[in-house]
């Protein structure tokens, strides 16, 4: 199990640089993970990662149909909120495990 | 580092001649899979394929009970017997369950399926020649179609290093 360093805490990650433990995230430390990704969070992004690891903390399983119902964010912000993979980008911001939906 | 991460797929362009439920479905998973991951994404329907885009065609697509030997028998597990597949409206209510099957698994119906991919930045092309054939007009499609396209204009689209195509 790797490790890594985020405003001087250190947290486990696996070796794509998702938490092992979602419990050691916090909201700064996700700020930094957001730079790496060259994202600059907002208020707006940070009601993602909480809507997105209100999901993970009650078991269920993400889905990008799943956030466009959300009533947080539709698809299309998402999209822009976490250019590139936004699935991928905003749970490992997020420091829950990377879904293994396909969908 | 290894070759996969030294050549990555950077654009995949795919190909729908098919409408049966599977085969619509194959690209769509494909192809909004393909966004989801930052590639970028054209879907070309054509042929029976037209089936997903046409507004009126597109809300119920079936699957073939006659002619598929894959076809299982809901719960049983066992193969279901071609003569089953003569009984009037067989074919739509398994059609229904494949679709509610697949509801269940958060995999949404074609037009908001469609609607995912578009937002994420695909594309969805209609065939010309198709919709020759098929006397179908641009005003029948789908909202979430890009354009029309002629094969050279499907080639053109393809172009670039790092680019596939896929035939489903």
């Known amino acids: 199990m790797a490790t890594k360093n985020y405003v001087g805490v250190t947290v486990d990650v696996n070796e794509e640089g998702y938490f092992a433990d979602p419990s050691q995230w916090t909201k700064e430390i996700a700020v930094e993970i957001a730079k790496e990704e060259g994202v600059e969070l907002t208020d707006q992004h940070f009601k993602v990662l909480d809507y997105l690891r209100g999901k993970y903390e009650a078991g269920d399983s993400l889905s990008i149909r799943g956030i466009n119902k959300s009533g947080v964010v539709d698809v299309k912000i998402f999209y822009q909120l976490f250019p590139g993979a936004p699935l991928k980008k905003s749970t490992k911001i997020a420091g829950i495990p990377k879904p293994a939906s396909c969908v | ?168």
């Open chain 2, 1 to 168: 580092m290894s070759n996969e991460n030294n050549f990555p797929v950077k654009k995949v362009n795919i190909i729908c001649a098919k409408g049966n439920i599977e085969d619509i479905y194959a690209a769509l998973v494909m192809g909004n899979g393909a966004v989801m991951e930052g590639i970028e994404t054209n879907l070309f329907f054509t042929f029976f394929g037209l089936e997903a885009i046409v507004k009126k065609w597109m809300k119920r697509p079936h699957t073939a009970v006659i002619g598929n030997p894959s076809m299982r028998m809901p719960g049983l597990g066992t193969r279901m017997p071609t003569w089953l597949g003569v009984i009037p409206g067989l074919e739509a209510i398994v059609s229904w369950m494949m679709r509610k099957q697949m509801d269940d698994l958060d995999v949404p119906p074609i037009d908001e399926f469609m609607e995912l991919i578009t937002a994420g930045g695909g594309k969805i092309y209609a065939c010309k020649l198709a919709m020759d054939m098929f006397k179908i007009k641009e005003e029948d499609l789908s909202e979430h179609v890009s354009g029309v396209l002629t094969v050279g204009d499907f080639y053109g689209l393809a172009g670039g290093e790092g680019s596939q195509i896929i035939f489903t």
